[in-house]
């Protein structure tokens, strides 16, 4: 085939075409249509799969953690079981009004049994917090450091909880001052949480 046959082909005669050209015309055609197709659907089909295949990996990981949770779950049941147990214990360590100035004469009983001269037992403004109020003590005690000891180790094991901060021990003459603060804690009633709240 020659040049000047293939210039004189024409689309209004495709069938009187020599059968190379046509089957090379048939296979750019359907070239043509497959590339269409393909930019035209299947490129997009693709990249659904694609973000489909990153979702399906989201899930596996959210269905994982949250067999492994369920699997747990009577575990973590008992768990809080025991959390809340150890919290309402917790509880009944804060006293409440009535009981905050039966605690202070047990502390000052503590240093006094200890053998420490009180030089100040001044308690302060109470401080509201989340569901309990502190209630810090300014104390000066005069004594020796085995006094301290003792003194602080006995405010320890009451049974209410009572904490000791910005410990200071300064010496005077033969014997040491101590002065800290200590700080106890008692749980709001409904009224005070009411308050707290507004």
Not at 8 to 14: A, G, R, T, V, Y
Not at 119 to 148: C, M, N, S, W
Not at 164 to 174: E, F, S, Y
């Amino acid at each position: 085939m020659t040049m000047s046959e293939l210039n004189n082909l024409s689309f209004d005669n495709i069938g009187s075409w020599p059968k190379p050209v046509k089957v090379i015309f048939i296979l750019l055609v359907c070239s043509a249509i497959l590339g269409l197709g393909y930019w035209k659907d299947i490129s997009v089909l693709q990249e659904n799969l694609e973000k489909t295949k990153v979702t399906e990996t989201e899930l596996k990981a959210t269905f994982s953690g949250s067999q492994k949770k369920a699997a747990n779950l009577e575990a973590l049941k008992t768990q809080l079981e025991d959390i809340k147990e150890t919290f309402g214990d917790l509880l009944k360590r804060l006293p409440n009004k009535t009981e905050v100035a039966a605690l202070l004469v047990d502390i000052s009983q503590q240093g006094l049994g200890a053998g420490l001269e009180f030089e100040l037992f001044k308690p302060g403004r109470e401080k509201p917090a989340d569901f309990y109020v502190e209630l810090p003590i300014q104390i000066t005690v005069v004594g020796d450091y085995h006094e301290f000891g003792t003194f602080i180790s006995g405010v320890s094991d009451l049974p209410r909880i009572v904490t000791n901060h910005d410990v200071k021990i300064k010496p005077r003459g033969d014997l040491l001052v101590l002065e800290t603060t200590a700080k106890t804690y008692r749980y709001m009633d409904e009224n005070e949480e009411e308050e707290a709240g507004k």
